[in-house]
């Protein structure tokens, strides 16, 4: 049992150190703040139409700054892009996309996160949508 207490001690020391360098490193930008907006009548690229389609989203930075909305092709949502490896090598100060000076925002693609979604009470009334919907509607 001896032998595994150093390889043991050595993987829990790692952690704590890469929990300890994300967190600081997520602090080096400006708390993410959470919102919805509704598109009312959006019209789908089948023709259907939905009274609100409502979509959430992420903020990073102050409204005064620079507009920049990141898109993701993945199924997630904006706030995973909040991790330590992207969010704090992109928002920090002097960074590329430094929230002091610019406004990141992070949408919930149609269907996911807390945006419309068929789940939501429509199931299978929910109108069909495709990428094409979820950069119309953003």
Avoid: C
């Avoid at 020391?13 to 360098?21: K, N, P, S």
């Avoid at 706030?79 to 002091?100: I, K, R, V």
Wanted: aromatic residues 12%; glycine residues 12%.
């Amino acid at each position: 049992m001896k032998s595994f207490d150093a390889p043991f001690r050595a993987a829990i020391a790692a952690m704590f150190y890469f929990v300890l360098a994300a967190t600081a490193s997520a602090a080096d930008y400006p708390v993410p703040k959470e919102g919805d907006w509704v598109a009312t009548n959006f019209k789908f690229h089948t023709g259907e139409t939905m009274a609100e389609l409502r979509l959430h989203y992420t903020t990073v930075g102050a409204p005064s700054g620079q507009p920049v909305l990141m898109l993701h092709g993945t199924g997630g949502t904006g706030a995973s892009m909040l991790t330590g490896p992207f969010a704090g090598e992109l928002f920090g100060p002097g960074q590329p996309l430094d929230a002091s000076t610019h406004f990141i925002i992070l949408p919930d693609a149609i269907g996911h996160g807390k945006s419309s979604k068929p789940s939501d009470g429509m199931r299978m009334k929910f109108p069909e949508y495709d990428y094409g919907d979820v950069v119309e509607a953003q």
